[in-house]
């Protein structure tokens, strides 16, 4: 079955970098659009990147947008979200979201806290 898992989430402070992997199993990761959302308790789940198959065409949400890069490894299966600058706003559950055969999978995500 379908499986995402995240990792690389913490504890941070304004200014650094963080780098967030999902490493999928269980359906053909090169052929899938994937995407990192992120999610702070009681607001709605809102897209930061996405990134197709291929991994040539990347879209990213105005607030990430410049402080981000999502990549992909289709060797390894992996999916990346590199970012920098980090600020208390972008403290959330990060998650990995596959589209695969027109259904959505979701990871169990990784947290990141982001201090001033």
């Known amino acids: 079955q379908v499986q995402l898992v995240e990792s690389g989430g913490g504890l941070a402070q304004s200014g650094d970098s963080l780098r967030l992997s999902c490493a999928a199993s269980g359906f053909t990761f090169s052929r899938s659009d994937m995407s990192w959302y992120r999610q702070v308790p009681g607001e709605e789940r809102e897209l930061v990147a996405r990134?197709?198959?291929?991994?040539?065409?990347?879209t990213y949400a105005k607030s990430m947008k410049g402080r981000s890069t999502i990549s992909r490894d289709n060797v390894e299966d992996t999916l990346y979200l590199q970012m920098t600058n980090l600020k208390p706003d972008d403290t959330a559950v990060y998650y990995c979201?596959?589209?695969?055969?027109?259904?959505?999978?979701w990871g169990q995500g990784t947290q990141v806290i982001v201090s001033s």
């Open positions: 990134i197709n198959s291929g991994g040539g065409i990347t």
């Open positions: 979201y596959a589209l695969v055969s027109g259904r959505g999978y």
